[in-house]
């Protein structure tokens, strides 16, 4: 049992390019979060699911875009990358009871040439 | 949404107690407070939640003062392998948007 992976854990790409970091979940949890983590910012959060198809915006949604076609699955797109965007992203899920803690993956570095 | 302020740095000697606080002067009343843990390389994790008065579990404890204003995260006996981050939120269960900032940062010394 997995838990909680993301893929690729560390990708390079370059400015313009389209860019999508996966993320999947064993644990059947509703609520499924994605977060970028930069120097002096802390963890922001990009984009949430509720459920599937069920998405809405965080802190920081420009220049993302996410689909959740299933319950396990929560790929973040970058539709055209920008240098900007270089980060740590970090994916979480939670189920929808009351202690309400996120379980988080190993994270994917991405680097914007 | 609450807002949270909690030292940026911390250094202790390995067995030492530590005691990390954290400030939220407009913690709501369904506000309940959480703290997680990330490791260099690794997401967060989570350690304890508490509403009010004190929460222990094998990892710690969870100290929240009567008016609630603040709470101080408490790490038994540290060791080496307790440096990392750590994170106080502020937020109704439920709540998606919660914030992390960006922590305290816990170094121990051998």
């Known amino acids: 049992d997995a838990g909680i992976t993301q893929s690729p854990r560390y990708k390079i790409t370059e400015t313009g390019r389209q860019v999508t970091l996966m993320c999947h979940q064993t644990?059947?949890?509703?609520?499924m979060f994605w977060y970028r983590q930069d120097l002096g910012h802390g963890l922001r959060l990009i984009y949430y699911?509720?459920?599937?198809?069920?998405?809405d915006k965080g802190e920081v949604p420009d220049g993302y875009v996410v689909s959740r076609s299933k319950t396990e699955n929560f790929p973040l797109t970058l539709e055209s990358a920008t240098r900007s965007q270089t980060s740590v992203y970090f994916c979480?899920?939670?189920?929808?009871?009351?202690?309400?803690?996120?379980?988080f993956g190993p994270g994917t570095r991405l680097t914007v040439l | 949404l609450a807002k949270t302020t909690q030292p940026i740095s911390m250094d202790s000697y390995e067995g030492q107690e530590v005691n990390i606080t954290c400030s939220h002067n407009?913690?709501?009343?369904?506000?309940?407070i959480t703290w997680y843990q990330q490791f260099p390389s690794q997401g967060p994790r989570f350690i304890i939640q508490?509403?009010?008065t004190k929460v222990t579990n094998e990892v710690a404890s969870l100290f929240i003062p009567a008016d609630r204003k603040s709470s101080t995260l408490s790490l038994p006996r540290v060791s080496l392998s307790d440096t990392a981050v750590y994170y106080c939120?502020?937020?109704?269960?439920?709540?998606?948007?919660?914030?992390f900032g960006i922590g305290t940062k816990l170094q121990v010394i051998p």
């Open positions: 644990w059947s949890h509703s609520y």
């Open positions: 699911s509720a459920a599937a198809d069920i998405t």
């Open positions: 508490g509403y009010k």
């Open positions: 407009n913690i709501a009343t369904n506000d309940y």
């Open positions: 939120l502020v937020g109704a269960v439920g709540y998606q948007k919660v914030t």
């Open positions: 979480a899920s939670r189920t929808s009871g009351s202690t309400d803690t996120q379980y």
